[in-house]
């Protein structure tokens, strides 16, 4: 199976009824390649924004999915389910129509900022290296501890009956389903997810997705891996000497960056991701080396 498009990264709009995987394999004989991987799984009935590499955008990917994340979605109040969405049989009921805006606004404020969140026993999370939706598929209990998550923005759009549109900013590992079913029970209600969209993962929105039916209709990258690079991570250009250091896999001089940025070649290319430690910029992954 030839390669047809460079390295770099696909942003896909992705429908509802397909699973992150389904989407890759599509992508791969859309594209005509087998490299391709995604960063930040998304449940099957959710839609938006899915980051998939190509070739060595692949490279790219565990670094990405790092980031944060925005979704639009909506929350049912008074009916808790299995699966904290709207794929799980009902565990209880109650009516949510005496419920305030005040109680919501005061039941969403207190699962903003750091908080512990206990992922869905459905989620994607390993334990003892199985993923706890097998566990729960082949009959297990699944209860997961709680981790520490950031719930930078939980906004109230829209409220319609027992419907609430929400808007969600987020570190990566929040579960928004999680947080369906811990605001339904803060109210006493139970609750559940209906829909949910993503619109943005790190600094790629919705603006930069394309369909499945126009990459198909017209193949190609969203992002070569130069650009991609440069719009992820901070950007560091090279002097030759450094650059031949870098695609050699050596260390470099610190550049006073924080976090993982992008180091580039004079003429452009993005040779490596690299990290400050102690007086040295240590390479994570090399782009570009110097035997390729």
């Not at 949510?96 to 999370?125: H, K, R």
């Not at 209600?189 to 969209?197: E, F, I, K, S």
């Not at 919705?206 to 130069?226: F, I």
């Amino acid at each position: 199976m030839p390669d047809v498009v460079p390295s770099g990264l696909v942003i896909v709009d992705k429908p509802g009824g397909l699973t992150s995987h389904d989407v890759v394999a599509r992508l791969r004989r859309i594209l005509r390649t087998r490299k391709i991987g995604h960063a930040g799984t998304l449940d099957p009935m959710a839609t938006g924004v899915l980051v998939c590499g190509v070739g060595r955008g692949t490279k790219l990917l565990g670094h990405l999915a790092l980031d944060t994340k925005a979704y639009t979605a909506t929350i049912r109040l008074g009916a808790a389910t299995t699966t904290d969405d709207a794929e799980g049989e009902v565990l209880s009921t109650a009516d949510a129509g005496g419920l305030t805006d005040a109680g919501i606004a005061a039941g969403m404020a207190a699962l903003t900022g750091a908080i512990e969140q206990v992922p869905s026993s459905v989620s994607a999370v390993k334990i003892d290296g199985k993923r706890a939706y097998a566990r729960v598929r082949a009959g297990e209990e699944v209860v997961l501890p709680a981790r520490p998550v950031t719930v930078s923005a939980f906004e109230l759009l829209a409220r319609r009956g027992p419907d609430l549109d929400v808007a969600v900013e987020c570190s990566s590992g929040t579960y928004v389903r999680a947080l369906a079913r811990d605001l339904g029970a803060g109210l006493g209600v139970g609750g559940h997810l209906t829909a949910l969209r993503r619109t943005r993962v790190g600094p790629f929105t919705l603006e930069h997705a394309r369909t499945l039916e126009a990459l198909e209709a017209d193949p190609g990258l969203s992002l070569p891996l130069d650009e991609a690079v440069g719009v992820a991570f901070p950007r560091r250009d090279l002097d030759p000497t450094l650059a031949a250091d870098i695609s050699h896999g050596r260390p470099l001089p610190a550049g006073g960056y924080e976090g993982t940025y992008g180091v580039f070649a004079p003429d452009g290319r993005a040779l490596a991701l690299v990290a400050d430690r102690g007086p040295q910029a240590r390479p994570l992954v090399v782009l570009a080396p110097a035997n390729a």
